[in-house]
């Protein structure tokens, strides 16, 4: 009998949980605790049970009947709580949201992360002076670079910058050193368009000038820079390269961030991605921005952010970045 | 540049300790970028010499012959379908179950005829293009050897980035890299075998007209050249470094270019007057070596020949002085252009030729003279008999000398952060040709000839040499330690961010980048005549924008062709009156009929974004940038009294343009003048301890009446207790129109009074009723 009691019990208070209507609630109460409920057929024939029995079941069915009461009038008072309003609450979220372009997504994150590293962010013209593009960066009037075919020169004499190393010389110039400056901006280059190439892309200039500057100094911040930017341990290493601006001037390359080194298609089964160009500042680009290279010495670096861009978010045709399609572009959703 | 292994290996004593398939990796970390290794040869197997020693024609075919071959222990029954079949022919058999050019060759039936293997042409046996018969070898070939043991088949090709090697102009010949090798693989270089020449014979007549252009001109003419057919080993060497073969005395000449790097010539000497080095006259034509008649301009420096044009100096010779099949004297040239000359004029013609592109990179004019020796003696080997008629005859103006170069040692120490001792630095040196002394804090360094043109000329470049030798993988990082720097330009780049991140969060836009330059179908469709600065030697897209909005319909257009409304902003730059600026444009588009809202919107994203990002309250003043916006919808945006961009609606030809009925909305902000704006410090301020009474009243207008004129009325209405009044909703129908006004009254110091009240109310409805409006009670 006792255990009849419990199972009661507990049948009623499951039946109970399902409930969330208050005549439900009431109905069920009926069923439980009413006059032809169980639990009152259990009352009444109490008095037909032995003297030891009543004393054990006696207050047994008391309790069992206060606590399906309260439990009753607990779930009562929930439903009363509850404020009923009539409608569909399970129409569909359509939020809109605006978007930021990749490009500025990458930049502020690598802006963010070099200027951690104590880098100033600084930045200039677009329209650019020879003399900035060219001359006081130790690019000769006969180098290639500065041929028709590559450079966009302007009705007034000046071009539109083909890198962002100008800034090098408008910082020196500027502040002197010491200096760690980087320099985010567009640049433009007289190319045919195709799916790796625009006429329109995105450099990130990197220069630090001090006393006893080093090659390994340099080594310590480009592998600090794309582990943090790629958020792991990246390798790296240098390579022979020549730029008129730096000497030595070397080629970067990374770990492949798809394989890790252990050689994959990306990289070729080199395990190194060509990252970027870097050196040590060239004596005469110190000498023409005012600073002593018996002195000072330095290191630059440039990198394209639209090319990490397309890496980071998986875009394979690079005319996307200035098509404005908000379509594609949408998918830039704030971080 | 195709490197060959083969040849390579002719240059280094003790070539065959180098692994050839794996160095290089070094010297990609050590040299120049390598693209490719490519390994020759594996595809031909069981090809043997052999000799024709029976042939008739096939019975039914006019092309096809029955050919018996022996490779000197068996005869083949061949079916060949080559012209130049004969018997005593010794050519290339492969053999039943042999390969060439990674084909399996079986005994099969031809034309009825059974074929018990083929013999081959040049371009089937992998080594040439030749197609025209099968492949002749010379008589006294002995038969049945092996054809890979016999001739460099087997190779191992290199690719290296022509690119990598720019500033390199000693790497573009395999004596070069050989140097490299030797120098990263501890070899010794060995010298060239080269002809020495007794110079007891009269000069040739040459004259340099323009010493800084042409550096130095070196000739030499040969006679009784018997034998014009180049030697098999060097046709395939020069098919493997991506050359045609053509005749001896014209491949000799590309072997030297793909050996030392140094451009030849050589001239059919019967027609060879006397050879001059001067400027061709502007406009002047001239029929290269390819039968193109190229215009010349008075910066080509040409060489001639007498009085006629002889060929294109550093780029192309031309028709006249072409080797003939019947030639057996010739004028070999080996000269030295300046490096910007010859570009330019390779440049100006369209013709970039393997020679115009190593004189580009700044030769050294002391490599003419051992070309042309280095030439001498392979010629001889190929005729014995050949005789040399004149002087090497050299002219040279202002011979380049050594150039030296002090590099301090604790320079070396403070690029690197290692310590070089005096023997590393000594052997890395001359293991490329440098000459060392060592001065107690400073070496002194002799750079050879070959690498002072360019691209060594400092300490610096010296220290470069140093160390890629040692190994960048080998430098060890050390932290840098960067206190924070903050220069005020840091805010430019911030404040850029924040508005982004403003417009997309608090608006939904979304951000684009465009280009520079308007688009030319753009300003043709709008009739828009618009002057500035341009792009030079472009005709189309040419012009540099000054609008920052407009130059940004195209891509409104091109997205209202997916979407039905849009909302786009960019931060850019624009050029005006010759200046850079930045600015900020919003370009909000919507249905024709949604024009209200689409402005309204305008308006408050500009006051919202002042008054969010820098507690600045704006003000519109009617006015526009250019007269393609609307006149009467058109406004300044003014803050601080300052006009700060505009918000223009378009006029007709530009939505025309989009070619759809669309109203648009434009925000053009100058961005500079934006971060200049400083924001306005927030002050608290005390909330009154004394209740508010909010007074709304509906006035009733006209249907044309503006809100504008309203405010104009009820601006000079004083009333010293007025916190605060605005407009809180308007109705209009078709006759009337109504604006619900919200005064707020309250005071600093005490709870307003119900007369004070009354008051107010009784003045204001007299003013309004001054001014001719009623108020709805």
């Known amino acids: 009998m006792k255990e009849k009691v419990f199972d009661l019990k507990n049948k009623a208070l499951e039946e109970l949980k399902t409930l969330s209507k208050e005549a439900d609630v009431l109905n069920c109460k009926a069923k439980y605790l009413g006059k032809k409920s169980e639990l009152n057929e259990f009352l009444g024939s109490l008095k037909e049970l032995a003297v030891d029995e009543k004393k054990i079941m006696g207050p047994l069915l008391n309790q069992t009947k206060k606590e399906l009461e309260e439990a009753f009038s607990h779930k009562l008072e929930e439903i009363n709580n509850q404020i009923s309003y009539d409608f569909d609450e399970t129409l569909p979220i359509y939020v809109e949201t605006g978007s930021m372009h990749p490009i500025t997504l990458v930049t502020k994150e690598m802006t963010d992360i070099m200027k951690k590293m104590g880098f100033t962010v600084v930045s200039g013209p677009e329209m650019e002076e020879e003399y900035y593009n060219f001359e006081a960066l130790n690019i000769p009037k006969d180098h290639p670079a500065r041929d028709m075919q590559d450079t966009y020169y302007l009705s007034n004499g000046k071009l539109l910058r083909t890198h962002t190393s100008p800034n090098q010389v408008r910082a020196m110039q500027k502040y002197g050193a010491p200096l760690k400056v980087c320099a985010p901006g567009r640049v433009f280059r007289n190319e045919d368009m195709d799916a790796n190439h625009d006429t329109t892309f995105f450099q990130i200039e990197g220069m630090v000038i001090d006393k006893g500057i080093s090659i390994s100094n340099l080594i310590y911040v480009m592998r600090s820079l794309l582990s943090e930017t790629f958020k792991k341990d990246v390798k790296v290493r240098l390579r022979p390269g020549f730029f008129p601006f730096t000497e030595p001037s070397f080629e970067l390359d990374c770990s492949c961030l798809i394989c890790g080194g252990k050689g994959c298609p990306t990289c070729k089964n080199s395990g190194w991605l060509e990252f970027c160009g870097c050196g040590m500042v060239h004596p005469n680009v110190l000498r023409e921005s005012g600073i002593d290279p018996e002195e000072y010495t330095g290191f630059a670096f440039g990198f394209g952010v639209t090319r990490i861009a397309m890496m980071k978010y998986k875009i394979s045709d690079i005319r996307v970045l200035n098509s404005g399609d908000v379509r594609s572009l949408q998918e830039f959703e704030i971080e | 540049m195709l490197i060959s292994c083969n040849r390579l290996k002719k240059y280094i004593k003790n070539a065959s300790d180098i692994d050839f398939l794996t160095i290089w990796d070094d010297f990609t970390l050590r040299v120049a970028e390598v693209e490719g290794v490519t390994v020759k040869g594996n595809d031909m197997d069981n090809v043997v010499t052999a000799k024709i020693v029976a042939c008739e024609k096939h019975p039914e075919s006019e092309k096809l012959s029955l050919l018996k071959v022996s490779d000197g222990e068996k005869e083949y029954n061949i079916v060949c379908g080559a012209p130049n079949v004969r018997v005593g022919l010794i050519g290339a058999l492969v053999r039943d179950g042999g390969m060439v050019s990674g084909f399996k060759i079986k005994t099969r039936k031809l034309a009825g005829y059974p074929s018990e293997g083929m013999m081959c042409a040049v371009d089937e046996l992998g080594i040439g293009t030749d197609h025209e018969g099968i ?643």
């Open chain 2, 135 to 777: 492949l002749e070898l010379p008589s006294d070939t002995p038969i049945g050897v092996d054809f890979k043991k016999m001739y460099p088949v087997e190779d191992i090709i290199v690719e290296i980035d022509n690119k990598s090697l720019t500033n390199r102009p000693d790497l573009w010949g395999h004596y070069g890299i050989a140097r490299e090798v030797c120098a990263i693989t501890n070899h010794e270089l060995l010298p060239l075998e080269l002809l020495e020449l007794s110079n007891d014979k009269k000069d040739l007549e040459i004259k340099i007209h323009n010493p800084e252009l042409c550096k130095r001109y070196c000739g030499l003419k040969i006679e009784n050249l018997q034998n014009n057919k180049t030697p098999l080993d060097m046709q395939i060497f020069l098919y493997y470094a991506g050359m045609r073969s053509i005749n001896l005395f014209v491949d000799l000449t590309n072997y030297l270019m793909l050996e030392l790097g140094q451009p030849m010539h050589a001239f059919d000497a019967r027609v060879v007057k006397s050879i001059e080095v001067k400027l061709a006259k502007e406009k002047d034509t001239y029929t290269t070596l390819d039968g193109v008649e190229r215009v010349l301009s008075k910066d080509t420096l040409m060489i001639t020949n007498g009085d006629e044009y002889f060929g294109i100096a550093g780029v192309m010779g031309g028709l006249d002085s072409e080797i003939l099949p019947d030639t057996n004297s010739i004028f070999l040239e080996s000269a030295c252009f300046d490096a910007g000359s010859i570009r330019k004029s390779a440049v100006r013609l369209g013709l970039r030729t393997e020679a115009s592109a190593r004189y580009e990179k700044s030769l050294d004019p002391n490599m003419c003279d051992v070309a042309i020796k280095r030439l001498a003696y392979l010629l001889k080997q190929e005729n014995p008999d050949m005789e040399i008629v004149s002087n090497l005859t050299d002219v040279y103006p202002n011979p380049l000398t050594e150039k030296i170069v002090v590099l301090k040692k604790d320079k070396l120490q403070t690029y690197t952060a290692i310590h070089f001792s005096d023997d590393q630095v000594v052997a890395s040196l001359e293991s490329l040709g440098f000459k060392v002394k060592v001065l107690e804090d400073a070496y002194k360094i002799i750079v050879p000839t070959y690498r002072a043109t360019k691209d060594v000329s400092m300490d610096a470049d010296i220290i470069e040499e140093i160390v890629r030798l040692y190994g960048y993988e080998n430098i060890k990082e050390i932290p840098l330690k960067l206190e924070l720097t903050g220069k005020e330009e840091d805010t430019i780049w911030n404040k850029e961010y924040d508005v982004k991140k403003y417009l997309a969060t608090r608006y939904s836009l979304n951000e684009v980048h465009s280009y520079l330059w308007y688009d030319s179908s753009l300003l043709k469709a709008c009739h828009l005549e618009k002057t500035g600065v341009t792009l030079l030697g472009k005709n189309e897209n040419n012009l540099l924008r000054d609008d920052l909005s407009l130059s940004l319909l195209p891509v409104v257009k091109n997205n209202l062709k997916n979407v039905d409304k849009l909302g786009i902003f960019e931060i850019g730059t624009v050029i005006v009156d010759n200046e850079n600026k930045r600015r900020l444009s919003i370009l909000l588009a919507d249905d024709e009929s949604k024009m209200m809202n689409l402005y309204y919107q305008a308006k408050e994203i500009v006051v919202s974004l002042f008054k969010s990002l820098k507690h600045i309250q704006v003000d519109f003043k009617k006015g526009k940038m250019f007269s393609y916006y609307n006149e009467n919808l058109s406004n300044e945006i003014i803050v601080n009294k300052k006009a700060i961009g505009y918000v223009h609606v378009f006029n007709g030809e530009c939505v025309r343009y989009i070619g759809k009925k669309k109203a648009m909305v434009a925000i053009e902000i100058d961005f500079d003048k934006y971060v200049d704006e400083d924001a306005n410090e927030i002050l608290y301020e005390n909330i009154s301890k004394y209740p508010n009474v909010t007074l709304d009243y509906t006035i009733l207008t006209s249907k044309d009446f503006k809100y504008d004129e309203l405010l104009k009325i009820l601006k000079p209405f004083n009333n010293k207790y007025v916190k605060e009044y605005r407009l809180v909703g308007t109705y209009e129908d078709k006759e009337v129109k109504k604006y619900t006004m919200r005064y707020i009254l309250g005071s600093e110091e005490k709870t307003l009074e119900t007369k004070e009240i009354d008051k107010f109310k009784e003045k204001f409805m007299e003013h309004v009723a001054k001014n001719g409006l009623d108020i709805l009670s």
